[in-house]
Nanobody
């Protein structure tokens, strides 16, 4: 089994900052990439930021220069600065990885989501 556990969401005023964390654990052989997605009410889930192993991160245009993704082994972080009300959403952590003894199968795993609310 693989688990992704997120933390760090909450309520913040516009212009404020939050830091999300996501720890992957379980029967993991290797992680290809980790990232953050978000889903606002009535909207589709969208990519916020993604960081591949050994590669450069990429960001949604709407968060460039405000959000920073980083990773330390099996934990990924999202530093969110200058938050806007339109950043309000449930934020999901995702990992593309190979489980141990899986025959090199690459699969995607998701966290349970953490609510971020930005008040104006």
């Amino acid at each position: 089994q693989v688990q992704l556990v997120e933390s760090g969401g909450g309520l913040v005023q516009a212009g404020g900052s939050l830091r999300l964390s996501c720890a992957a654990s379980g029967s993991i052989f290797s992680i290809n990439a980790m990232g953050w997605y978000r889903q606002a009410p009535g909207k589709q889930r969208e990519l916020v930021a993604r960081i591949p192993s050994g590669g450069s991160p990429n960001y949604a245009d709407s968060v460039k220069d405000r959000f920073t993704i980083s990773r330390d082994k099996n934990t990924v972080y999202l530093q969110m600065n200058s938050l806007k009300p339109e950043d309000t959403a449930v934020y999901y952590c995702a990992a593309r990885l190979i489980k141990k003894n899986s025959g090199w199968s690459v699969d995607d795993y998701w966290g349970q989501g953490t609510q971020v609310t930005v008040s104006s």
